[in-house]
């Protein structure tokens, strides 16, 4: 994929881009304020990441590094095809990924500072948010085509499904690897240093 091929695909998809960025805002503002209006339910979230978290503390840092990387590159996928009903699990997806960070950003500033919870989100989370937001924009605009098509309009599914696959490996996979790695080996020194 050239740059030109790429920066062009990127401006196709620029309104989706826009719409993502402003879900997942959205989400982070309503999980911060969710922290607030339901105490007992965050709890449980809280309880329930602790478990999941739980099964790592076993792990090698590479262990680590790959169980990150294998989950968010199979999220971002199912993202990314799911758009094809008609965007919506994408944008739900934006939504639910801002709404944890916003609780997260809440629970970890109150009970720590926001120092401790920028570093333990910046080093890997200015990659993997943005990366976050184009598998979103993408799978929005994979749903637009699909409504298309189904109303009969001059649209070809496939081509928008290979263009979409080739930038997610090309472009988005590479990030998330550099993100992963990011969080297994630089993100814990970040926090071990405040």
Known sequence: ??????????????????????????GAFAGYSFVYNFPEETQQIVEEFKEFFASGEEMTQFQIFLFILKNNITKLFMILLLGIFAGIIPLLASFANGMILGIFGCLVTESLSWQFFLAGILP?????????????????????????????????????????????????????????????FVTTKFLEMI
């Open 1 to 26: 994929m050239k740059i030109s091929e790429i920066k062009e695909y990127i401006y196709s998809i620029r309104f989706y881009i826009l719409l993502s960025s402003l879900v997942f805002v959205g």
């Open 124 to 184: 890997h989370g200015i990659i993997e948010i943005p990366v976050l937001i184009l598998a979103v924009a993408i799978g929005m605009r994979i749903g637009k085509v699909a409504i298309w098509r189904i109303f009969g309009g001059k649209t070809e599914i496939k081509k928008e499904l290979a263009k979409a696959l080739k930038f997610y490996i090309i472009i988005l996979v590479p990030l998330l690897i550099l993100a992963a790695a990011i969080e297994a």
